[in-house]
């Protein structure tokens, strides 16, 4: 038994394969969250169903698993199990683009799922872990843009020097109990309420 219970959607148009998912996972210590026929069963499922994880067939009526996980993915990050009947190339080269983090080949036994499963979390965890590291990168690189505009606002208007002008500008995010951030913000928007009255006067 998997030391981690899920809750899992199944989606496939064939009434065998939802319903062999359907007997095996519970087998394997997980809960299945709800079963659908379609891409768009599936997409709705998501939403009602929250589930930790989606495992689905690729081919199926309307949209088929990878553009149902492509659409899921809008909404909410969920890591997903592709099946197909065969490999093919063009199909994992889609996947590879979406939130897919395994694919199995049908007929799919109990040990590919016990496989795969754990596998296809440790994937998305990493994913989300250097997606939220990206994020945190990105956002100190805006907020220090945003500190280096304020001082170079300081420095023109106060005339003074670039230290000084930081000195200032954590003086009164401390009086202020505040991030430097923030009054930097409050600086590059002072400057350009300025800068338009200026156009103004002239």
């Known amino acids: 038994?998997?030391?981690?219970?899920?809750?899992?959607?199944?989606?496939?148009?064939?009434?065998?394969?939802?319903?062999?998912?359907?007997?095996?996972?519970?087998?394997?210590?997980?809960?299945?969250?709800?079963?659908?026929?379609?891409?768009?069963?599936?997409?709705?499922?998501?939403?009602?169903?929250?589930?930790?994880?989606?495992?689905?067939?690729?081919?199926m009526p309307g949209l088929d698993g990878i553009e149902a996980a492509r659409a899921i993915s809008r909404g909410r990050h969920v890591?997903?199990?592709?099946?197909?009947?065969?490999?093919?190339?063009?199909?994992?080269?889609?996947?590879?683009?979406?939130?897919?983090?395994?694919?199995?080949?049908?007929?799919?036994?109990?040990?590919?799922?016990?496989?795969?499963?754990?596998?296809?979390?440790?994937?998305?965890?990493?994913?989300?872990a250097l997606a939220q590291e990206a994020a945190g990168l990105r956002q100190a690189l805006e907020e220090r843009k945003l500190i280096e505009r304020a001082k170079g606002i300081l420095m023109r208007r106060l005339r003074i020097e670039e230290d000084d002008a930081f000195r200032r500008l954590r003086k009164l995010a401390s009086s202020q109990n505040r991030k430097v951030v923030d009054i930097s913000r409050h600086v590059a928007e002072a400057d350009e309420i300025f800068r338009q009255l200026e156009m103004i006067a002239t």
């Open 1 to 59: 038994m998997s030391a981690e219970r899920l809750r899992i959607a199944v989606a496939d148009d064939e009434p065998d394969v939802r319903e062999y998912l359907e007997e095996l996972l519970p087998r394997m210590g997980h809960e299945v969250a709800g079963s659908a026929s379609s891409g768009e069963e599936l997409a709705a499922l998501a939403v009602r169903a929250n589930p930790d994880l989606i495992i689905t067939d690729i081919k």
């Open 79 to 128: 890591p997903v199990i592709l099946l197909s009947a065969h490999h093919d190339a063009d199909l994992v080269e889609r996947a590879a683009a979406e939130p897919v983090m395994a694919y199995l080949i049908k007929p799919v036994s109990e040990a590919d799922l016990r496989a795969a499963i754990p596998l296809a979390m440790v994937r998305f965890r990493q994913s989300q």
